[in-house]
Nanobody
Framework: QLVESGGGSAQAGGSLRLSCVVS????????VAWFRQAPEKEREGVAA????????YYANSVRGRFTLSRDIGKSVFYLQMHGLRPEDTAMYYC????????????????????WGQGTQVTVS
């Protein structure tokens, strides 16, 4: 089970941190990721990390502004978001693959078996 938290509203240029608590599996045994979906748009991969923590993959639109990190002991992974823009407004989802590795398909939602319920981020 994956449960997100930390969404909310922010001003452009502001920051938010999303959390995803994972139960029933170890996050250092799977590729885990963040996705987002804006209204009337497809779900897009934002960031992902494989079981061993490297490399971390980022969408071009967020590279340098967002950081994915993990706390293995707490079974939580995070998405720290800085420099938020109105175009970052979306429902954000955390997800986990069965695979240890993310690979080139990390942006493809079909690669992920388990999903959280989503948390809304609104930037104005």
């Amino acid at each position: 089970q994956l449960v997100e938290s930390g969404g909310g509203s922010a001003q452009a240029g502001g920051s938010l941190r999303l959390s995803c608590v994972v139960s029933g599996r170890r996050i250092d045994e799977h590729c885990v990721a963040w996705f987002r979906q804006a209204p009337e748009k497809e779900r897009e991969g934002v960031a992902a990390v494989p079981y061993d923590g490297s490399p971390t993959y980022y969408a071009n639109s967020v590279r340098g502004r967002f950081t994915l990190s993990r706390d293995i002991g707490k079974s939580v992974f995070y998405l720290q978001m800085h420099g938020l823009r109105p175009e970052d407004t979306a429902m954000y989802y955390c997800a986990a693959q069965r695979s240890q590795y993310c690979g080139n398909g990390w942006k493809h939602a079909d690669e992920y078996r388990d999903w959280g319920q989503g948390t809304q981020v609104t930037v104005s």
